[in-house]
């Protein structure tokens, strides 16, 4: 049973579940980067060069004969998924950039000066009596 334990410490530690949610996150951001390129960028581009959809965009190795499906090397589909990878690097390091900066004005935020030490109490109640006198 001790196995048991150390995972499920493991699996409860902070570090693990934010990845966890991260990486769902991720997914659903990849789903909604790939709509958004195969639905809204890539339609207005391939009328700008010609009315060329390019998902349909490859090279014919060998063509189809009968019931063998023709070999294909499909550029097009890695065009648009190449697009789709930097259309999400570039919203990530926006975003890291973006939590960057705001790390880095908490930082040169000033900090309120600690409180004064017992000892520095003590010593300014004996300046303020020595004046006194």
Do not use: W
């Not at 190449?82 to 960057?100: P, S, T």
């Amino acid at each position: 049973m001790g196995m048991m334990k150390e995972f499920k410490a493991f699996a409860m530690r902070g570090n693990v579940m934010d990845m966890a949610v991260g990486i769902i996150i991720g997914a659903a951001f990849g789903k909604i980067v790939s709509s958004l390129v195969a639905d809204v960028v890539m339609p207005p581009l391939g009328l700008l060069i010609g009315g060329v959809n390019f998902t349909d965009l490859s090279v014919v190795l060998r063509e189809a004969a009968g019931e063998t499906a023709a070999v294909t090397i499909n550029y097009g589909t890695f065009l648009q998924t190449l697009l789709d990878f930097v259309i999400v690097a570039f919203a990530i390091f926006m975003m890291i950039k973006g939590m960057n900066n705001l790390s880095r004005k908490r930082a040169q935020a000033p900090a309120a000066p600690p409180a004064p030490s017992k000892e520095e109490i003590l010593l300014g109640e004996i300046r303020d009596l020595l004046k006194q006198k």
